[in-house]
T-cell receptor, first 114, second 114 residues
């Protein structure tokens, strides 16, 4: 059963705390992405990785960090420097074939601040 | 500055009628466009795409039209069904040095009334 698994589904963060959101894919995709969705807004790109051990900042990378040590995994850490972390976080992976780049998404993690 | 705009936050349509969702973009370098469908508390799922070399792509009840000169694309759903009720995101991407970077619109919530 191939797909993208995000965990946990719900996460609470205390002030000054770092939290890590998990994203695992078994689709053998090279590229992986993290997006943030706020109410009434589209998906904003946080970080993306085209290949293992390499990643680039997206439009709103401040206060976040990522790693890509394995092809299957792309965890996102929300650091204490992110002052407004409450949002719905979506992970995606994609392949590039024939000029097409279709992203497949996980079910998301909803992060709230206590 | 929003590069991809969906100006209608919501749309209500009677079952069996046509739903038309619109999207405008500003970056002339975009060369690949996609529509995603999203149910609450789930990740978006890919619906249909179109390359900039085409002006129409059809898949069953779903058709996407691209007008490059107007920087406008639209998604037509015919006939609309209650199960189509969801948020629809327009997305656009261009190939850059880091690979594909996809920009999403804010989404349009479609209500199909039975």
């Amino acid at each position: 059963d191939g797909g993208i698994t995000q965990s946990p589904k719900y996460l609470f963060r205390k002030e000054g705390q770092n939290v890590t959101l998990s994203c695992e894919q078994n689709l053998n995709h090279d590229a992986m992405y993290w997006y943030r969705q706020d109410p009434g807004q589209g998906l904003r790109l946080i970080y993306y990785s085209q290949i293992v051990n390499d990643f680039q900042k997206g439009d709103i990378a401040e206060g976040y960090s990522v790693s890509r040590e394995k092809k299957e995994s792309f965890p996102l850490t929300v650091t204490s420097a992110q002052k407004n972390p409450t949002a719905f976080y979506l992970c995606a992976s994609s392949y590039w074939q024939g000029g097409e780049n279709i992203q497949y998404f996980g079910a998301g993690t909803r992060l709230s601040v206590l | 500055d929003q590069q991809v705009k969906q100006n209608s936050p919501s749309l209500s349509v009677q079952e069996g009628r046509i739903s038309i969702l619109n999207c405008d973009y500003t970056n002339s370098m975009f060369d690949y466009f996609l529509w995603y469908k999203k149910y609450p508390a789930e990740g978006p799922t890919f619906l249909i795409s179109i390359s900039s070399i085409k002006d129409k792509n059809e898949d069953g009840r779903f058709t996407v039209f691209l007008n490059k000169s107007a920087k406008h694309l639209s998604l037509h759903i015919v006939p609309s069904q209650p199960g189509d009720s969801a948020v629809y995101f327009c997305a656009a991407s261009e190939v850059n040095t880091g690979g594909f970077k996809t920009i999403f619109g804010a989404g349009t919530r479609l209500f199909v009334k039975a």
